[in-house]
């Protein structure tokens, strides 16, 4: 195995409610991934590019896990859902419900806010490498 290997690629997407991102003492429902961090922001766009359920979390955020989990369903490893986040994720994504809003922090990057539409909508958030699947 290879040294990057050892320690993964951790993400999550922090999914808020009730205008609550990320002050309220509310705790967020937090999906996780071991290796996906470089595939969350995709997964989320493809997601929110159905336009559906953007205004109900519960269904919003099983779109999202299903979406990360797509090809790993049987899988035991790789993949968790949380009510806090992790530490030593490398990405972290939090999407507030209420505000229609998606905020991405990433290590040595400055953090970049997004309404729902935005996000879908702007191109520089497609991958060069051809690695997105489109919505």
Known sequence: ??????????????????AA?????????VLYTHWGAKRMLFDLITTLGKEQRWNDAAYLSRM???????????STTG????TDNVGDAEEEIV?????????RKRIGHDNQRFTF?????????????????GR
């Open 1 to 18: 195995m290879q040294e990057e290997n050892k320690m993964g690629c951790r993400g999550t997407i922090e999914i808020w409610n009730n």
């Open 21 to 29: 991102a990320p002050t309220s003492a509310e705790r967020p429902v």
């Open 64 to 74: 999202i896990f299903c979406q990360m989990v797509r090809n790993n369903l049987h």
């Open 79 to 82: 993949f968790g859902i949380l």
């Open 95 to 103: 999407v507030d419900i209420d505000r229609q809003e998606v905020i």
């Open 117 to 133: 539409s935005e996000l879908i909508e702007d191109e520089s958030n497609n991958p060069d490498d051809g690695s997105w699947e």
